[in-house]
């Protein structure tokens, strides 16, 4: 079955990168995901990748997608403090629309 | 847009008791989900429905039961409430044949049985 795997915590100074990572095993996966989710809030879509692609940048944020190691990261560029947030990967089969998240990687930005 | 609603968005409930949580969404989506979140777990699939009409079990669907009313409102029902549901219950929403398969998610139910 599906299963995605995370760090649970990762800190950082301001203005620091940060990079997040991500292991998952469904190798028939297609879109692979990064979500956040604010304190008190629900997930929102942060990115996403099709699993043909190898990064995508999108402003401030990079992901890179290593499909042989099912390796997927996130690099935010000059890590603010509005970036605190817990960040969830998730993958989902082609055609399909369930989508299984990882345990989320609890983001500390320190001023 | 409303996107995603649930109520209500606090409850404590007493071992036994029953109570449904309610969601809906405006954005006309057919598949929507109901997850909860656990610390170190991440979100888990409790039940989802693919389209009007439909329900399927998810990952963890002991304990609970829905109802998909109609295309807008898909209602999550815990029938005798026990301590291990005490969670952070999360319904979504997506439109199957998107473009990335989004989901949407309401701002969470905290749940609290005692």
């Known amino acids: 079955g599906e299963d995605v795997e995370q760090s649970l915590f990762l800190s950082v100074r301001e203005g620091d990168s940060s990079v997040i990572n991500c292991t998952y095993t469904?190798?028939?996966?297609?879109?692979l995901y990064w979500y956040k989710q604010e304190p008190g809030a629900g997930l929102q879509l942060l990115t996403y990748?099709?699993?043909?692609?190898d990064m995508k940048q999108d402003q401030r944020l990079t992901v890179l997608l290593n499909k042989k190691d099912k390796h997927l990261s996130l690099r935010i560029a000059d890590t603010q403090t509005g970036d605190s947030a817990i960040y969830f990967c998730?993958?989902?089969?082609?055609?399909?629309?369930?989508?299984?998240f990882g345990t989320g990687t609890k983001l500390q930005v320190i001023p | 847009n409303a996107g995603v609603t649930q109520t209500p968005k606090f409850q404590v409930l007493k071992t036994g008791q029953s109570m449904t949580l309610q969601c809906a969404q405006d954005?006309?989506?057919?598949?929507m989900y109901w997850y909860r979140q656990d610390p170190g777990m991440g979100l888990r699939l409790i039940y989802y429905?693919?389209?009007?009409?439909?329900?399927d079990k998810g990952e963890v669907p002991n304990g609970y039961n829905v109802s998909r009313l109609n295309k807008r409102e898909f209602s999550l029902r815990l029938e005798s409430a026990a301590p291990s549901q005490t969670s952070v219950y999360f319904c979504?929403?997506?439109?199957?044949?998107?473009?990335?398969?989004?989901?949407?998610f309401g701002p969470g139910t905290r749940l609290t049985v005692t």
């Open positions: 998730a993958e989902s089969p082609g055609g399909y629309q369930k989508v299984t």
């Open positions: 429905s693919a389209s009007e009409g439909t329900t």
């Open positions: 469904d190798s028939s996966s297609t879109y």
């Open positions: 954005m006309n989506h057919n598949s």
């Open positions: 979504a929403s997506s439109e199957p044949g998107g473009v990335s398969y989004e989901q949407y």
């Open positions: 990748i099709f699993s043909n692609m």
